[in-house]
């Protein structure tokens, strides 16, 4: 079947559609029964908007507004309640877990807190690694090349001399870069970034957005 994007479907990377995501709130049998219905919490309550290729785009909003909520939905990670999310002209919402699998390795995440997000018994490099072992092990022989490489464009270099150090060993601004090549080296077309210097001391943060512009 050939299928024909409209010029507005191809730029936009990311549409979301009057989203809704509402969690239950937890009552007892009792509770519930009184009530005589189900209360939820209204965690994303239509919102719609939409990312181009190429742009960066944020969301502002005060803690527990719903933005890690939004952005869990935007990369299929959570199931919305109402409305639709897509992602390259791809229906999220339609697809199985096979499906969001292939898909995965063209969104990646920059977590908020770098030393949770680390498995402390691998090294820095064997943890990087492992978004190109999963999603492309066909190209085996040029994983170690693109690790390299991805360590020194974050500002980790030598490369040879972090890869082989542990999470523990290394500095919270120096943890957050490590988060960031993993997040890159997959080469995504989105990169959700969860509040990516909240965790980081004042004296790095410029340093880090700074690193992200450039990439």
């Avoid at 809704?20 to 219905?37: C, E, M, N, T």
């Avoid at 309550?45 to 502002?60: M, P």
């Avoid at 999603?135 to 085996?140: F, R, T």
């Amino acid at each position: 079947m050939n299928v024909q994007m409209s010029a507005h479907q191809q730029e936009n990377l990311v549409e979301i559609q009057d989203l809704k995501k509402w969690f239950p709130v937890q009552k007892s049998i009792l509770d519930q029964l009184l009530a005589g219905r189900k209360d939820f919490v209204r965690a994303v309550d239509g919102v719609t908007f939409n990312i181009r290729r190429g742009e960066a785009f944020g969301l502002a909003g005060e803690s527990g507004s719903g933005k890690t909520t939004i952005g869990r939905l935007a990369i299929g990670l959570e199931t919305p309640t109402a409305g639709k999310v897509s992602f390259d002209g791809i229906d999220l919402t339609q697809q199985n877990e096979r499906e969001m699998r292939h898909l995965r390795r063209r969104m990646q995440v920059i977590f908020q807190d770098p030393m949770a997000s680390l498995n402390p018994r691998m090294t820095l490099g064997d943890g990087v690694i492992q978004g190109l072992k999963i999603h492309y092990p066909e190209a085996a022989a040029k994983h170690r090349d693109t690790l390299l490489e991805i360590f020194e464009r974050v500002g980790l270099s030598p490369a040879r001399y972090f890869i082989n150090k542990y999470p523990h060993q290394i500095s919270g601004g120096q943890r957050q870069r490590v988060v960031i090549a993993r997040a890159l080296i997959t080469r995504p077309d989105l990169v959700l970034a969860d509040e990516p210097i909240a965790m980081a001391d004042v004296s790095v943060r410029a340093l880090l957005l700074d690193l992200m512009v450039q990439l």
